[in-house]
């Protein structure tokens, strides 16, 4: 039995006057990791950043419906977006460790920020997220250098433990690969499989075969519209829709 | 509002306050000599404090002459020194070139002044005068100098606002995009025919807001010009005249000013330079803005 | 083969622009070279620690202008640092629509403004009530420094990229925090390079000194009293008839366009190595 931590539920997202996302249903398991595919321009990216109202700091979107994170709407008039963002955590496709911060206070500024600044506290968050990430053993010699001189799949775990360091429930990842090298790409995809024990993942690709190799449900955009959703291994075998036969194969997008 | 905002929108407001307070002090304390002498006062030519007339054209008339001859000088010399940093000088010099303008345009107008004295004024009377003596029967050449004179501010300002204007022109010569270059190189165009078909065109609105703020520079040009210019209100077409500027009066005479209705007056030339400047600066604005957006 | 007449036309403006561009750069160049010449002769030690002194000896040094300097300066910074800052940061992170087209032209209007006429203001409001002061003069240099300060600023918060924000924003932080602590800190270099450039302009303004802070031989006790300041008495002895004192003009001259040189060098090389990124 599946819990569900976020059901998406008539989701409309406008831009000026041309609508971007139509009228979406989903809902998202908990502890799972859920790929969002799709083609190039079919809406993943402001999906996503409707799950975290990150969509609200852009002029001229205007958001429909409802998200739900454990049964209450974050639209809600009496919701703070800034708690949202703390729950919902995001790492975005150009790593941006903050450069201007060494390694050790990127990972830490989302809790200085907030008020948070027992030392001994912020130790142990650095060296827990940065061990989860891989990342511990590489940098704890220099964690006051600047974050600026890691290396790109290196900035991008960075990235990941500074969303972890705020302890979130669901972490938001858009084409957090795309930029890296294989090999890199291997460790994050690694990363994430371990991490859906306790986080739940939400991952927009455009990489078929990574949806494939580490999601365990998927969901296809396309348009603005979800054309399908459901188990990965399903949805990879035997497809209902036609266009999602087709985008599987490799024959659009 | 969020903290941050209200902080900053504080500072703006207080910012607006002091313009406007500082309009405000410039047009009261000039309204005196207006009361006096009207709009006249624009166009009258006698300045003589201790008698308590004053008129601004010795004035208007020695920016105008000054600012305007060294703007054309400027033209001229900016576009060859600036074709020839682009397309002419080695490209590894170009950077180093480009450097030297720019802190050029950093030295205090007070140096230049120092140098004006002692090397300009000299050149004036003892080179240029002498050289122009058959040329003397040209109402701009004529008369005799001490080498305190229009002349000496014109050179000063025209090696002040080169400079800028050369910046300006230089750079909108290197944003000229290569493809365009090339094509015209590849019809058989010689290297100032590209410059004259292709580059030039492109370039001339960014060129003339260069021109434009650097005129804007040398009408306000108040130190290099008051220590060379020989501060004598007079309006005489010769250039080897000693002349006078609104900058350079308001500078010389505030501190001596003998009388209520002398400092209106001085304030009343600060404000005739400041709409003169202002009507520049917002002219190369509104170029500016339309070469961003053609 | 008979040269046409358009490779004529093309070598003489190959010519006339190094004709041009020398008439530009040998005269700068004999001034940068009359005034390391001049200039070097009363580069010494005197001139920096020592106070105005008699015209039968040395004439002394430049002490009471140095410090007067750094007064003036001073408080040029106090009141454009500030107001120049916030400015900029609300036109980069706040402002919208008439109001911000309606403060970026008035900004406009104060980098326009002949530094002589910030002087006279300056007379208006400080000198009337306080007599000629190192204040007024701050003042007037302030006034001068603002838009440098703000059009800085808001250049190096607009040059944050969108990544960075949203990165800001995704740590569930208030906006305010956000602008203070991720934008302005990624651009802090660019910041803080902008106010040494602003000091670096107003550091050589003479004019408005000229009318308020009336330049003497002292060394000014407060803000309050009267001083000179280095471009200010390069000015006097510059006028006045003693081969002494012009030769202590030309030094402090040297001087002055070494710190101009050397804030505007450090600036370049400051930003070389910090805004990297």
């Given at each position: 039995m599946?819990?569900?931590?976020?059901?998406?539920?008539?989701l409309?997202?406008?831009?000026?006057?041309?609508?971007?996302l139509?009228d979406?249903?989903?809902?998202?398991?908990?502890k799972?990791?859920?790929?969002?595919m799709?083609?190039?321009?079919?809406?993943?990216?402001?999906?996503?950043?409707?799950l975290?109202?990150?969509?609200?700091?852009?002029?001229?979107?205007?958001?429909?419906?409802?998200?739900?994170?454990?049964?209450?709407?974050?639209?809600?008039?009496?919701?703070?977006p800034?708690?949202i963002?703390?729950?919902?955590?995001?790492?975005?496709?150009?790593?941006?460790?903050?450069?201007?911060?060494s390694?050790?206070?990127?990972?830490?500024?989302?809790?200085?920020?907030?008020?948070?600044?027992?030392?001994?506290?912020?130790?142990?968050i650095?060296?827990e997220?940065?061990?989860?990430?891989?990342?511990?053993?590489?940098?704890k010699?220099?964690?006051?250098?600047?974050?600026?001189?890691?290396?790109?799949?290196q900035?991008?775990?960075?990235?990941?433990?500074?969303?972890?360091a705020?302890?979130?429930?669901?972490?938001?990842?858009?084409?957090p690969?795309?930029?890296?090298?294989?090999?890199?790409t291997?460790?994050?995809e690694?990363l994430?499989?371990?991490?859906k024990?306790?986080?739940?993942?939400?991952?927009?690709?455009?990489?078929?075969?990574?949806?494939?190799?580490?999601?365990?449900?998927?969901?296809?955009?396309?348009?603005?519209?979800?054309?399908?959703?459901g188990?990965?291994?399903?949805?990879?075998t035997?497809?209902?829709?036609?266009?999602?036969?087709?985008y599987?194969e490799g024959?659009?997008? | 509002?969020?903290p941050?905002?209200?902080?900053?929108?504080f500072?703006s407001?207080?910012?607006?306050?002091v313009?406007?307070?500082?309009?405000?002090?410039m047009v009261?304390?000039?309204?005196p000599v207006?009361?006096?002498?009207?709009i006249?006062f624009?166009?009258?030519?006698?300045?003589?404090?201790?008698?308590?007339?004053?008129?601004?054209?010795?004035?208007?008339?020695g920016?105008?002459?000054?600012?305007?001859?060294?703007i054309?000088?400027?033209?001229?010399?900016s576009y060859?020194?600036?074709?020839?940093?682009?397309?002419?000088?080695?490209?590894?010099?170009?950077?180093f070139?480009?450097?030297?303008?720019?802190l050029?345009?950093?030295?205090?107008?007070?140096?230049?002044?120092?140098?004006?004295?002692?090397?300009?004024?000299?050149?004036v009377?003892?080179?240029?005068?002498p050289?122009?003596?058959?040329?003397?029967?040209?109402?701009?050449?004529?008369?005799?100098?001490?080498?305190?004179?229009l002349?000496?501010?014109?050179?000063?300002?025209?090696?002040?606002?080169?400079p800028?204007?050369?910046?300006f022109?230089?750079?909108?010569?290197?944003?000229?995009?290569?493809?365009?270059?090339?094509a015209?190189y590849?019809?058989?165009?010689?290297?100032?025919?590209?410059?004259?078909?292709?580059?030039?065109?492109?370039?001339?609105?960014?060129?003339?807001?260069?021109?434009?703020?650097?005129?804007?520079?040398?009408?306000?040009?108040?130190?290099?010009?008051?220590?060379?210019?020989?501060?004598?209100p007079?309006?005489?077409?010769?250039?080897?005249?000693?002349?006078?500027?609104?900058?350079?009066?308001?500078?010389?005479?505030?501190?001596e000013?003998?009388?209520?209705?002398?400092?209106?007056?001085?304030?009343?030339?600060?404000?005739?330079?400041?709409?003169?400047?202002?009507?520049v600066?917002?002219?190369?604005?509104?170029?500016?803005?339309?070469?961003r957006?053609? | 083969?008979?040269?046409?007449?358009?490779?004529?036309?093309?070598?003489f403006?190959t010519a006339?622009?190094?004709?041009?561009?020398l008439?530009?750069?040998?005269?700068?160049?004999?001034?940068?070279?009359?005034?390391?010449?001049?200039?070097?002769?009363?580069?010494?030690l005197e001139?920096?620690?020592s106070?105005p002194?008699?015209?039968l000896?040395?004439?002394?040094?430049?002490?009471h202008?140095?410090?007067?300097?750094?007064?003036?300066?001073?408080?040029?910074?106090?009141?454009?640092?500030p107001?120049?800052?916030?400015?900029?940061?609300?036109?980069?992170?706040?402002?919208?629509?008439?109001?911000?087209?309606?403060?970026?032209?008035?900004?406009s209007?104060l980098?326009?403004i002949?530094?002589?006429?910030?002087?006279v203001?300056?007379?208006?409001v400080?000198?009337?009530?306080?007599?000629?002061?190192?204040?007024?003069?701050g003042?007037?240099l302030g006034i001068?420094?603002i838009p440098?300060?703000a059009?800085?600023?808001?250049?190096?918060?607009?040059?944050?990229?969108?990544?960075?924000?949203?990165?800001?924003?995704?740590?569930?932080?208030e906006?305010?925090?956000?602008?203070?602590?991720?934008?302005?800190?990624?651009?802090?270099?660019?910041?803080?390079?902008?106010?040494?450039?602003?000091l670096?302009?107003?550091?050589g303004?003479?004019?408005?000194?000229l009318?308020?802070?009336?330049?003497?031989?002292?060394?000014?006790?407060?803000?309050f009293?009267?001083?000179?300041a280095?471009?200010?008495?390069?000015?006097?002895?510059?006028?006045s008839?003693?081969r002494?004192?012009?030769?202590?003009?030309?030094?402090?001259?040297l001087?002055?366009?070494?710190?101009?040189?050397?804030?505007?060098?450090?600036?370049?090389?400051?930003?070389?190595i910090?805004?990297?990124?």
């Amino acid at each position: 039995m599946v819990n569900i931590k976020v059901q998406v539920e008539g989701l409309s997202v406008w831009y000026r006057d041309k609508q971007i996302l139509k009228d979406i249903y989903i809902s998202i398991p908990e502890k799972k990791i859920t790929a969002v595919m799709g083609p190039s321009g079919c809406g993943k990216t402001t999906f996503l950043k409707s799950l975290n109202r990150l969509i609200e700091i852009h002029e001229g979107f205007r958001v429909y419906g409802k998200v739900l994170l454990d049964g209450k709407n974050i639209y809600d008039p009496d919701v703070d977006p800034m708690d949202i963002r703390a729950r919902i955590g995001m790492v975005f496709q150009k790593p941006n460790p903050f450069p201007h911060l060494s390694i050790y206070d990127n990972v830490v500024v989302g809790l200085k920020l907030r008020g948070i600044t027992d030392k001994k506290y912020l130790d142990r968050i650095v060296r827990e997220t940065l061990e989860k990430v891989g990342l511990w053993d590489e940098v704890k010699d220099r964690l006051r250098s600047s974050a600026a001189k890691l290396s790109g799949g290196q900035q991008q775990r960075l990235c990941i433990a500074r969303a972890l360091a705020l302890n979130p429930e669901v972490l938001l990842l858009d084409e957090p690969t795309s930029a890296l090298d294989p090999l890199a790409t291997a460790k994050i995809e690694n990363l994430l499989v371990d991490l859906k024990k306790e986080y739940t993942i939400i991952i927009v690709t455009h990489n078929i075969q990574q949806a494939a190799r580490i999601s365990d449900y998927a969901a296809f955009l396309y348009m603005g519209q979800l054309i399908e959703f459901g188990e990965t291994k399903d949805i990879f075998t035997n497809p209902k829709n036609e266009l999602t036969e087709k985008y599987v194969e490799g024959k659009i997008g | 509002m969020d903290p941050l905002e209200s902080l900053s929108l504080f500072f703006s407001v207080m910012l607006i306050i002091v313009v406007l307070l500082f309009m405000g002090s410039m047009v009261l304390y000039s309204l005196p000599v207006f009361e006096k002498f009207g709009i006249k006062f624009i166009v009258g030519t006698e300045w003589n404090p201790r008698k308590d007339i004053f008129g601004a054209l010795p004035f208007v008339w020695g920016t105008f002459i000054t600012s305007t001859i060294a703007i054309v000088f400027a033209i001229v010399i900016s576009y060859g020194a600036a074709y020839f940093i682009v397309e002419i000088a080695p490209p590894k010099l170009r950077e180093f070139l480009s450097s030297v303008i720019e802190l050029i345009v950093a030295i205090p107008s007070v140096i230049i002044g120092l140098w004006g004295i002692f090397y300009v004024v000299p050149l004036v009377r003892d080179f240029l005068k002498p050289l122009s003596s058959p040329l003397s029967f040209i109402p701009f050449l004529s008369g005799e100098t001490s080498g305190y004179s229009l002349m000496a501010a014109i050179i000063v300002l025209t090696l002040m606002i080169t400079p800028i204007s050369t910046s300006f022109i230089k750079n909108a010569l290197e944003s000229v995009p290569m493809e365009l270059k090339e094509a015209a190189y590849a019809l058989g165009a010689t290297r100032y025919e590209v410059f004259k078909i292709v580059s030039k065109p492109l370039t001339r609105r960014a060129a003339l807001a260069g021109i434009i703020l650097a005129y804007g520079r040398a009408v306000g040009e108040t130190m290099a010009v008051v220590m060379v210019v020989g501060n004598t209100p007079n309006i005489s077409l010769s250039l080897f005249n000693p002349g006078y500027t609104l900058a350079a009066v308001i500078a010389n005479e505030f501190l001596e000013a003998t009388s209520v209705l002398h400092i209106s007056a001085l304030i009343a030339l600060g404000v005739i330079l400041f709409v003169w400047s202002l009507v520049v600066n917002t002219l190369a604005i509104l170029i500016m803005k339309r070469v961003r957006i053609g | 083969m008979r040269p046409s007449l358009r490779s004529l036309t093309d070598k003489f403006y190959t010519a006339f622009a190094i004709f041009a561009f020398l008439i530009l750069i040998i005269p700068l160049l004999h001034i940068i070279l009359s005034i390391i010449m001049n200039g070097i002769k009363r580069l010494d030690l005197e001139l920096i620690t020592s106070p105005p002194k008699s015209l039968l000896g040395s004439g002394g040094g430049i002490l009471h202008a140095i410090i007067g300097t750094a007064m003036v300066v001073f408080i040029a910074m106090l009141i454009s640092l500030p107001l120049g800052f916030f400015v900029g940061l609300y036109l980069a992170e706040f402002a919208k629509g008439k109001f911000a087209h309606f403060l970026r032209t008035l900004i406009s209007v104060l980098a326009g403004i002949p530094s002589i006429i910030a002087g006279v203001f300056a007379y208006t409001v400080i000198v009337v009530v306080y007599g000629f002061s190192a204040l007024a003069g701050g003042f007037a240099l302030g006034i001068i420094a603002i838009p440098y300060v703000a059009r800085s600023t808001e250049e190096a918060l607009g040059s944050v990229p969108m990544e960075i924000k949203e990165a800001g924003f995704s740590l569930g932080i208030e906006r305010w925090k956000v602008v203070l602590f991720i934008d302005v800190g990624y651009a802090k270099s660019r910041i803080i390079a902008g106010f040494l450039l602003a000091l670096a302009r107003v550091i050589g303004e003479t004019a408005p000194l000229l009318i308020t802070i009336l330049g003497g031989i002292n060394i000014p006790s407060n803000i309050f009293s009267p001083a000179n300041a280095i471009p200010l008495v390069i000015y006097q002895y510059a006028l006045s008839p003693f081969r002494i004192w012009h030769n202590i003009a030309w030094s402090a001259a040297l001087l002055l366009m070494i710190i101009v040189l050397v804030i505007n060098l450090g600036v370049r090389y400051y930003l070389k190595i910090k805004a990297i990124y």
